[in-house]
Nanobody, 122 residues
């Protein structure tokens, strides 16, 4: 099983950009679909984006499509989330997650990092 550590969160103004990173330990990283989820204050955790084993397929929530890009580097055991045109409603704790299943079934993401806070201010 992989262990996940996120980084890259912080404070950014509306319209700005941030790049989140997730470092995975273990030699089985390439066997996992990877994803990003987020939890805003007072809300449930929600799906943001997922990427397939090879990185060739991606899946995005409608709320971030066209603004966020997920990618992975299997040689470095890392996953990234490039976030552009940030909005105040993007404020949340962002979690990296792994799944032995497909990118389309977000319920199978059961390995989680500790999260990194993203705050978007006006």
């Amino acid at each position: 099983q992989v262990q996940l550590v996120e980084s890259g969160g912080g404070l950014v103004q509306t319209g700005g950009s941030l790049r989140l990173s997730c470092a995975a330990s273990g030699r089985t990283f390439s066997r996992y679909s990877m994803g990003w989820f987020r939890q805003a204050p007072g809300k449930e955790r929600e799906f943001v984006a997922t990427v397939s084993l090879s990185g060739g397929s991606t899946y995005y929530a409608e709320s971030v499509k066209g603004r966020f890009t997920i990618s992975r580097d299997n040689a470095k055991n890392t996953v990234h989330l490039q976030m552009n045109s940030l909005k105040t409603e993007d404020t949340a704790v962002y979690y990296c997650a792994a799944s032995p299943g497909t990118i389309w079934d977000t319920r199978t993401f059961a390995v989680w990092g500790q999260g990194t806070l993203v705050t978007v201010s006006t």
